[in-house]
């Protein structure tokens, strides 16, 4: 067996799902990779360790014999955002955008290989904990290497010091990421947000808006790539290339 790495040998997991084989299975994997691991059974369970035990990130089951899993992720994420990937049945009718809009950074069908969840934890940890150094050293550094300026008054954003020549949809596309940094938009959330007086559009209307987005942003450097795709998800930006 190799050695765990030293930054998933802290991280502790806290699995909520009410069948025994399927917790004890992701337990035992998880662990094996340097994951301490937490189970519970039951949604009243799952708070007391989410409370106490603050874990790092949480594989919830949607279907929990005291609830649903939607609500707990609704309940907590309100406290504390820790990464959450959802456990849904083949056949479960899995609300993806509701899971989106709830901050889940991703869900998972059963049933899984367990090589691909572990996969994906060790990802989503990495993911979390670059984040969390970037915002460390943002906090030291307040004003940041931001590469946009939105003058909002004149309906202009500016790009490494560039002005971005914008169509009103592009606008409202980049501004909607702006203000969110890092988080990530399903195509639906941006479809509310950039196209909500717009007729026969689909989210393919996204994608065609970030493409010229990025060729615009292009031709002025080549040097960053701020807008992010996460597969099967949607986009996000880091404002700092
Ligand atoms: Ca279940």
């Known amino acids: 067996?190799?050695?765990?790495?030293?930054a998933s040998a802290l991280a502790t997991?806290?699995?909520?799902?009410?069948?025994?084989?399927?917790?004890?299975?992701?337990a035992v994997a998880l662990y094996r990779e340097g994951y301490r691991c937490l189970r519970a059974g039951l949604g009243r369970e799952a708070r007391v360790l989410f409370r106490d035990d603050q874990p790092d990130l949480v594989l919830l089951d949607v279907g929990l014999p005291d609830g649903s899993g939607f609500d707990l992720c609704r309940e907590w994420l309100a406290a504390a955002k820790v990464p959450t990937v959802f456990l849904t049945a083949r056949g479960e009718e899995f609300d993806r955008v509701l899971g989106l809009e709830?901050?889940?950074?991703?869900?998972i069908v059963k049933?899984?290989?367990?090589r691909e969840v572990v996969a994906r934890v060790r990802a989503i940890l990495r993911r979390a904990s670059r984040a969390r150094e970037r915002a460390s050293s943002d906090e030291q550094t307040p004003e940041?290497?931001?590469?946009?300026?939105?003058?909002?008054?004149?309906?202009?954003?500016?790009?490494?010091?560039?002005?971005?020549?914008?169509?009103?949809?592009?606008?409202?596309?980049?501004?909607?990421?702006?203000?969110?940094?890092?988080?990530?938009?399903?195509?639906?959330?941006?479809?509310?947000?950039?196209?909500?007086?717009?007729?026969?559009?689909?989210?393919?209307?996204v994608d065609a808006h970030v493409k010229m987005l990025r060729a615009k942003l292009r031709a002025i450097t080549l040097e960053h790539e701020p807008i992010v795709t996460h597969r099967g998800l949607g986009y996000s930006i880091d404002p700092c290339g």
């Open 111 to 114: 049933p899984f290989s367990l």
């Open 1 to 6: 067996m190799t050695k765990p790495a030293a």
């Open 144 to 205: 940041g290497p931001a590469l946009f300026r939105i003058d909002e008054t004149r309906v202009r954003i500016e790009y490494c010091g560039a002005r971005l020549e914008l169509t009103r949809y592009e606008f409202g596309l980049l501004r909607a990421l702006l203000a969110h940094p890092q988080r990530v938009f399903s195509r639906a959330e941006l479809m509310d947000r950039v196209w909500a007086d717009a007729l026969d559009t689909g989210e393919r209307t």
């Open 13 to 26: 997991v806290l699995i909520v799902e009410d069948e025994p084989a399927i917790a004890e299975a992701l």
């Open 102 to 107: 709830l901050g889940a950074d991703d869900y």
